[in-house]
């Protein structure tokens, strides 16, 4: 299944080809003309560490806003609007090309309104432009440079282009631009038009509430080809950590007991963490691998894959324990902690791929420099991360990535698998330490609530599979931080946080993250304050999200800057879709607050993705996920009583997607403690469905027995 439509609308057919002429023109710009500009533009008063990345560009950037747009309006000229994040490498490549080039500046100076834009901070109008330019036939991708009418309407554009390419189309497109202004008006006008069809008819989404087993089984044998049943994850290179699609698998094996799926989750998560992807002396996940073994990563690591991460990886450990997922888990946090950490407790968003204008020099090694620190240990320790003398990376470099079968080595080299871990462990601390004295990657320093949610998330996750009362203090130490600086007095939520201010309007991801990761606090800590936070925020979406007339929540608030269209974010990706995150939240609301309201939304919700589903789950993974929940009826667990902590613990160390878990001491204003209590001195467990109760138990083990009865 295609995400965009196969309807391409085409600008000016003389662009294009003048731009494919010009790319044969001898003309040539060269670095050499690159001088360091030391005025600032515009770009210095902002706050995005991407902005200031091009504070002193000799481009005269705009920040997006009443001013760049009404200058183009004004001066009836084009707008140029470059969209990128501060730790994308080929957004540095261009900048040093050509944004730092000063011929190159002059020609966007004098013919176009050049703004730059921090997609990380502004994803709704990237959001807008990515499509179109998808739309227009190309390849979507960061940097991404879009041409604009001065009514803010695309006509063209791309990602990355050559400092030749781009200066030749610079002057191409202003010519048409002044020679053609029409035709541009109209293919523009169409894109407009393309970007406000609604999701209903853009997909052509009709409503099914037909759940079934059968068309749940069908949704994985349909997905399953396109899985690598070698090095994991899916068949095609770059690769991609990608968490819905591992969630929807743990469901889906939870429910069917198909150990293909769980086969699959193992081979991806252990290749991952054996992999190049991962940083084997620090922890943590690069944001992806440019091939199919997990090897060569760009080197860039985001918070928002290292969040969801530690989810996927506790939830598998809960399933297969294996100590190496915890391991994983353990150094992630560490790295956390450690590089992303606020002193107010907010977590930052990436680190850079680059450090001293090189791809991932922070994170390889050359193989003299390992002989000298590792001394006798350094044939083991290349055995086991598969260093070669002449590099296995570029420039004679090499990247660590770790054998995947260790019993080999322990036999070759007469080691207990526990000496050779305490070796390992010993040397990750020596490495460490060693690398710490280079030239660190760009930090960017922003703390985005969306992200920092999924975080939240995933350390309560992880407390649920480890008990780890360590990452329970993290969670609600950065959750506090969230509900003070990103939260409204009318649970309206803010966007970001950088040098102790926030700002920018929320979008739909920030409250169904947040309300997510509310909810799994309430699970690990049981204080409701959470749960009734994540109920008041959900009713701020409804009010002014939600599209009650296509039944999907809209990715900007109805109070938020009106741009040319008004989107709806429904496919997954990398971070699932927010209208399957709040499809989601919404059920579980429902759940916990016993309200049917917000579970008829859910399901409706679900119902007009449903068609698409079995045709192609791989997009949609986190509503297949919410399929799953229709699958089987909640079990809710109650727990009242002094040991109430105790005993949750017990249960949500299992991996059990299809309960949910509330406890008390004692009193409660949630509907399902209602007429519920605890023997004095005990604690009781009252396992119930679809609104009834069995009888009361007061151990663990009574409860798990009538758990297996009826699950």
């Given at each position: 299944?295609?995400?965009?439509?196969?309807?391409?609308?085409?600008?000016?057919?003389?662009?294009?080809?003048?731009?494919?002429?010009?790319?044969?023109?001898?003309?040539?710009?060269?670095?050499?003309?690159?001088?360091?500009?030391?005025?600032?533009?515009?770009?210095?008063?902002?706050?995005?560490?991407?902005?200031?990345?091009?504070?002193?560009?000799?481009?005269?950037?705009?920040?997006?806003?009443?001013?760049?747009?009404?200058?183009?309006?004004?001066?009836?000229?084009?707008?140029?609007?470059?969209?990128?994040?501060?730790?994308?490498?080929?957004?540095?490549?261009?900048?040093?090309?050509?944004?730092?080039?000063?011929?190159?500046?002059?020609?966007?100076?004098?013919?176009?309104?050049?703004?730059?834009?921090?997609?990380?901070?502004?994803?709704?109008?990237?959001?807008?432009?990515?499509?179109?330019?998808?739309?227009?036939?190309?390849?979507?991708?960061?940097?991404?440079?879009?041409?604009?009418?001065?009514?803010?309407?695309?006509?063209?554009?791309?990602?990355?282009?050559?400092?030749?390419?781009?200066?030749?189309?610079?002057?191409?497109?202003?010519?048409?631009?002044?020679?053609?202004?029409?035709?541009?008006?109209?293919?523009?006008?169409?894109?407009?038009?393309?970007?406000?069809?609604?999701?209903?008819?853009?997909?052509?989404?009709?409503?099914?509430?037909?759940?079934?087993?059968?068309?749940?089984?069908?949704?994985?044998?349909?997905?399953?080809?396109?899985?690598?049943?070698?090095?994991?994850?899916?068949?095609?290179?770059?690769?991609?950590?990608?968490?819905?699609?591992?969630?929807?698998?743990?469901?889906?094996?939870?429910?069917?007991?198909?150990?293909?799926?769980?086969?699959?989750?193992?081979?991806?998560?252990?290749?991952?963490?054996?992999?190049?992807?991962?940083?084997?002396?620090?922890?943590?996940?690069?944001?992806?691998?440019?091939?199919?073994?997990?090897?060569?990563?760009?080197?860039?690591?985001?918070?928002?894959?290292?969040?969801?991460?530690?989810?996927?990886?506790?939830?598998?450990?809960?399933?297969?324990?294996?100590?190496?997922?915890?391991?994983?888990?353990?150094?992630?946090?560490?790295?956390?902690?450690?590089?992303?950490?606020?002193?107010?407790?907010?977590?930052?968003?990436?680190?850079?791929?680059?450090?001293?204008?090189?791809?991932?020099?922070?994170?390889?090694?050359?193989?003299?420099?390992?002989?000298?620190?590792?001394?006798?240990?350094?044939?083991?320790?290349?055995?086991?991360?598969?260093?070669?003398?002449?590099?296995?990376?570029?420039?004679?470099?090499?990247?660590?990535?770790?054998?995947?079968?260790?019993?080999?080595?322990?036999?070759?080299?007469?080691?207990?698998?526990?000496?050779?871990?305490?070796?390992?462990?010993?040397?990750?601390?020596?490495?460490?330490?060693?690398?710490?004295?280079?030239?660190?990657?760009?930090?960017?320093?922003?703390?985005?609530?969306?992200?920092?949610?999924?975080?939240?998330?995933?350390?309560?996750d992880t407390y649920t599979a480890t008990e780890n009362e360590a990452y329970k203090d993290l969670a609600l130490k950065n959750a506090e931080f969230l509900e003070k600086n990103m939260l409204q007095d009318n649970f309206r939520l803010l966007r970001r946080y950088k040098d102790g201010n926030a700002g920018i309007d929320g979008y739909l991801e920030d409250y169904a993250a947040l309300i997510s990761a509310?909810?799994?606090?309430?699970?690990?800590?049981?204080?409701?304050?959470?749960?009734?936070?994540?109920?008041?925020?959900?009713?701020?979406?409804?009010?002014?999200?939600?599209?009650?007339?296509?039944?999907?929540?809209?990715?900007?608030?109805?109070?938020?800057?009106?741009?040319?269209?008004?989107?709806?974010?429904?496919?997954?990706?990398?971070?699932?879709?927010?209208?399957?995150?709040?499809?989601?939240?919404?059920?579980?609301?429902?759940?916990?607050?016993?309200?049917?309201?917000?579970?008829?939304?859910?399901?409706?919700?679900?119902?007009?993705?449903?068609?698409?589903?079995?045709?192609?789950?791989?997009?949609?993974?986190?509503?297949?996920?919410?399929?799953?929940?229709?699958?089987?009826?909640?079990?809710?667990?109650?727990?009242?009583?002094?040991?109430?902590?105790?005993?949750?613990?017990?249960?949500?160390?299992?991996?059990?997607?299809?309960?949910?878990?509330?406890?008390?001491?004692?009193?409660?204003?949630?509907?399902?403690?209602?007429?519920?209590?605890?023997?004095?001195?005990?604690?009781?467990?009252?396992?119930?469905?679809?609104?009834?109760?069995?009888?009361?138990?007061?151990?663990?083990?009574?409860?798990?027995?009538?758990?297996?009865?009826?699950?």
């Open positions: 299944m295609k995400i965009i439509s196969n309807q391409r609308i085409f600008i000016t057919i003389d662009i294009i080809i003048l731009f494919l002429m010009s790319c044969q023109s001898k003309n040539h710009i060269t670095n050499t003309d690159m001088d360091t500009q030391k005025t600032a533009n515009r770009l210095i008063h902002e706050s995005s560490p991407y902005l200031l990345q091009h504070a002193y560009n000799p481009v005269d950037w705009y920040p997006w806003g009443k001013e760049a747009l009404e200058k183009a309006k004004k001066e009836d000229k084009p707008i140029i609007v470059s969209i990128g994040y501060s730790s994308c490498h080929w957004c540095h490549v261009m900048e040093h090309e050509s944004f730092e080039n000063k011929e190159i500046a002059q020609i966007m100076n004098d013919n176009y309104v050049c703004i730059k834009i921090d997609r990380e901070e502004r994803p709704d109008i990237d959001q807008i432009y990515m499509e179109a330019v998808q739309l227009m036939g190309q390849q979507g991708g960061w940097p991404l440079n879009v041409f604009l009418t001065p009514d803010q309407k695309p006509f063209y554009g791309g990602t990355y282009f050559p400092p030749k390419g781009w200066s030749n189309l610079l002057v191409r497109v202003a010519e048409v631009y002044q020679n053609q202004i029409g035709e541009i008006q109209q293919s523009a006008e169409k894109i407009k038009e393309r970007l406000n069809v609604d999701e209903l008819e853009r997909f052509q989404l009709s409503s099914s509430d037909d759940f079934s087993t059968d068309r749940f089984e069908q949704m994985f044998f349909n997905f399953a080809p396109h899985f690598d049943t070698v090095d994991g994850g899916m068949n095609k290179a770059p690769k991609f950590p990608m968490p819905s699609i591992y969630n929807f698998l743990l469901k889906y094996y939870h429910f069917s007991n198909d150990k293909r799926a769980l086969d699959q989750i193992t081979l991806t998560l252990d290749r991952m963490a054996n992999g190049g992807i991962y940083d084997q002396i620090g922890g943590g996940f690069a944001r992806y691998s440019v091939d199919g073994e997990w090897f060569a990563p760009h080197f860039e690591k985001m918070l928002y894959d290292n969040g969801q991460l530690l989810s996927v990886y506790a939830d598998a450990y809960k399933v297969t324990k294996k100590e190496s997922y915890l391991k994983v888990i353990e150094e992630t946090v560490s790295f956390i902690e450690r590089e992303l950490l606020d002193k107010s407790n907010g977590i930052y968003s990436a680190l850079d791929a680059d450090s001293e204008g090189i791809e991932g020099k922070f994170y390889i090694w050359n193989a003299n420099h390992l002989k000298e620190l590792l001394a006798d240990d350094y044939e083991l320790f290349a055995d086991i991360y598969q260093i070669k003398n002449n590099g296995n990376w570029e420039h004679g470099e090499n990247i660590l990535y770790r054998v995947n079968d260790l019993s080999q080595i322990e036999e070759k080299y007469e080691l207990s698998s526990e000496e050779l871990q305490r070796k390992i462990d010993t040397w990750k601390v020596q490495l460490l330490e060693e690398r710490e004295k280079k030239f660190r990657p760009g930090l960017d320093d922003k703390v985005l609530t969306s992200w920092n949610a999924l975080l939240l998330k995933g350390l309560c509310y909810i799994s606090l309430y699970q690990i800590c049981f204080d409701e304050k959470w749960l009734n936070i994540a109920k008041s925020i959900t009713d701020y979406t409804l009010r002014n999200f939600y599209d009650e007339n296509e039944g999907f929540f809209y990715f900007t608030d109805a109070t938020s800057e009106v741009l040319i269209a008004r989107k709806k974010e429904i496919f997954d990706n990398v971070i699932p879709a927010s209208n399957s995150i709040m499809a989601t939240n919404l059920y579980l609301i429902g759940e916990f607050f016993s309200d049917e309201k917000y579970m008829s939304i859910s399901r409706d919700m679900l119902s007009n993705i449903n068609p698409l589903l079995e045709k192609d789950v791989q997009y949609l993974t986190n509503w297949g996920s919410l399929y799953a929940l229709q699958m089987k009826p909640t079990t809710e667990i109650v727990i009242v009583g002094k040991k109430y902590q105790k005993v949750a613990n017990a249960f949500s160390s299992q991996y059990a997607p299809f309960n949910i878990i509330l406890a008390t001491e004692e009193k409660s204003d949630l509907p399902l403690f209602q007429n519920r209590s605890a023997k004095e001195g005990e604690t009781t467990i009252y396992i119930c469905q679809n609104k009834a109760c069995k009888i009361p138990v007061h151990s663990v083990e009574e409860a798990f027995k009538i758990l297996e009865d009826i699950q």
